[in-house]
């Protein structure tokens, strides 16, 4: 498998199937049993450091520019030169020759660059000249990854870079990596900026690793389309071809419509039927049925306002939500939300203001922190009755199997599930709540590519109320027809897509006013 300058390699595949494994035998923490890993001559390679510990005596500039070694160590042995009060023949020849190897690098703009890049990931100029761990930890998230990009390498891996990230600063990533001359391989579960920054797929899947062009919208709609195509035996093969040929022509044409970047003008040129694949991925089912239709009083708030540790999260909230509106929130301090949906199942108490639901509501609710839900030492079967009427292992099996809890699996103890299993049985819980109406705090957490595509494509169809917060443009802009943005000084609230909302230049002054 080679990888080529100007591409950007999506890397995906279940929990647990090795894409960071694959990354980390790429870089050489992980050794490969056979086969090998080379690279051009003098080619350089950048990894997104995960230890966010690791800096934190470093001033936050140095920290960045520390992300090209090589121009590093010669700031370093040139500080060192120059300090010198005994300053010999000698010291003089190898300082030009550093001096030289150092213009040839474009050291002479190292601190500006280094600069450039944390201000657009939103870290201010006041905070350049700090150390590291006196930072939150999302803004050494954004150091960390503005090392990795520092300095323009060769080869850049990227584990999870959207991770604590928020929605601004991951479309601006999605920018500058769209524009990106160089090679760049990722493992994201965000499809959105996957489709937006990638122009091949490597597929990991039952040990083997595959390669598909095109990002990871086209490798799902193709693979499903070649799955079905499997499964229906009397459509004559030329049908078929004919049927996947249209299909890339619409892609092909979709794409020519949206924002135009380098990485999507190169994928188009690449995708071909050849590589179409009906894929052997298992999706959860999930479906949510609400036991009655709500009706047109859903909930109604007002001025609601709390504080968390002398700061104001939001103030003064005024808003109705009625029949059919899907809802994202947004704010700039993810407490917000988490906080907001607290008060509405009435887990915590405003500091002023009240909310009345109607009486026609049934809530299910997905928490940001499921710990709780967890500590007990009993198994799924017994966890899941605790939330059921109907308590019969048939029935609540139905459910577990749904969520791809299978055979011995439903045995297994709660208190030792992954993140993502835990979402899954929190997924189960809502399903068997029948509800109307579903608070989903970051609801993607955890979860894999495909157990989020199914949670995705299931609250698109749901016919009852959603109040979400998200960190996934795609769940946002595909679920969601109402946005709802919250600060401290106030509130917008806009019935609108999300796309629409972050692109209104009209709005931006009133956003900005709301912190």
Known sequence: MIFTPGNCYGIIGANGAGKSTFLKMLYGEVENRTGSVSFGQGERLSVLKQDHFEFDECVVLDTIMMGHSQLWSIMKEKEILYSKTDFTDKD????????????????????????????????????????????????????????????????????????DLDL?????????LSEFENTV??????????????????????????????????WYESSQLALRQQLTQNKKAEEKKKELLEFIARFRANVKKSKQTTSRKKMIEKLNIEEIRASTRKYPGIIFTPGREPGNNIVSVKGLTKSVEGKILFKDLNFTINKFDKVAFLSRDSRAMTVLFEILKGHEKPDHGTFEWGQTIIKAYLPLDNEKFFVNDINLIDWLGKYSDDTSELYLRGFLGKMLFSGEDIYKKVNVLSGGEKVRCMIARMMIRNANVMLLDTPTNHLDLESIQAFNNTLIKFKGNILMSSHDHEFIQTVCNRVIEIGPKGMIDKQTQYDDYISDENLMEKRNKLY
């Open 168 to 176: 601004e600063t991951v479309n601006w990533l999605e920018n500058y």
């Open 92 to 163: 003089g020849i190898r300082a030009s020759e550093l001096e030289e190897r150092f213009n040839e690098l474009n050291g002479w703009n190292a601190e500006s660059d280094a600069a450039s890049l944390l201000s657009g990931l939103g870290i201010k100029e006041e905070q350049h000249y700090k150390l590291l761990k006196e930072l939150t930890g999302k803004e050494k998230v954004k150091v960390l990854l503005a090392q990795a990009l520092f300095g323009k390498p060769d080869n850049l891996l990227l584990d999870e870079p959207t991770n």
């Open 185 to 218: 391989l990722v493992v994201s579960h965000d499809r959105h900026f996957l489709d937006s920054i990638c122009t091949q797929i490597v597929d990991i899947d039952f040990g083997r690793v595959q390669q598909f062009s095109g990002n990871y919208s086209f």
